[in-house]
């Protein structure tokens, strides 16, 4: 993505603020960012919580230069979803980013995209993952920026924050990247590991993580 051009994203709505944050910087610098909280259906999604978010429709034959797959109890259902995985194909396969966060990762792994190709995973969804033939990064990371695959990973809503900040410094340059970590008190707590491709290793109490994915697995990563 090239920071002189007009850029559009595709976001969930945790990385949203983030994104309309760097869009608000670079529209001072008379760029643009055009940001979109898409769904097919477009109007009003409601979430299994209740919240209710307005979404622009969209359509499968648009195009952008970044879409991020949210996570969620909805990537389950999503997961199995042909339009939604034709589109990430679509992009990937046209050279263009794809990212994803806590169950928008299996919805990547899904679309098939992930092959061959080591990646990040919320540790609810590690086993899992695995089991169906994925290559989950061991340790876990908090995110991998993998530049050649154009593939961004990242391990669950802790991780919204730092790795949409390390995903922005790789995309947009460092002096943007500082300014979002400091605006929005992230630089304070994580410190320069949010300028690395490769996040920190999460420190997972074992009992508890075989417990959750126990219980909520394939709520998030349902079977075929």
């Not at 949203?16 to 999604?45: I, P, R």
């Not at 928008?104 to 080591?118: A, E, K, N, W, Y």
Request: proline share 4%.
């Amino acid at each position: 993505m090239n920071p002189k051009t007009r850029n559009q994203i595709m976001a969930g709505v945790l990385v949203l603020m983030f994104v309309v944050a760097l869009a608000y910087d670079l529209s001072q610098q008379d760029e643009t960012l055009e940001v979109v909280l898409g769904s097919f259906e477009g109007g009003t999604v409601t979430t299994h919580m209740g919240a209710q978010l307005q979404t622009e429709q969209v359509s499968p034959e648009d195009r952008y230069d970044l879409v991020y797959v949210p996570g969620g109890i909805g990537g389950g259902a999503a997961s199995h979803d042909p339009q939604i995985l034709d589109f990430i194909r679509a992009h990937h396969d046209e050279d263009r980013w794809v990212a994803a966060n806590c169950a928008g990762v299996g919805v990547v792994f899904r679309s098939g995209i992930l092959d061959g190709t080591r990646f990040q995973a919320a540790a609810v969804l590690g086993r899992r993952l695995k089991e169906l033939g994925g290559d989950v990064a061991e340790p876990r990371r908090a995110w991998s920026v993998l530049p050649e695959a154009k593939v961004f990973t990242a391990g669950g809503a802790a991780t919204v924050h730092p790795s949409t900040i390390a995903l922005v410094n790789h995309l947009f340059g460092e002096d943007r990247a500082r300014a979002l970590a400091g605006t929005w008190d992230t630089l304070p707590l994580h410190g320069e590991s949010l300028f690395a491709l490769e996040g920190p290793v999460s420190n997972d109490n074992a009992a508890f993580v075989e417990g959750l994915r126990d219980g909520m697995e394939k709520v998030f990563l349902p079977e075929n």
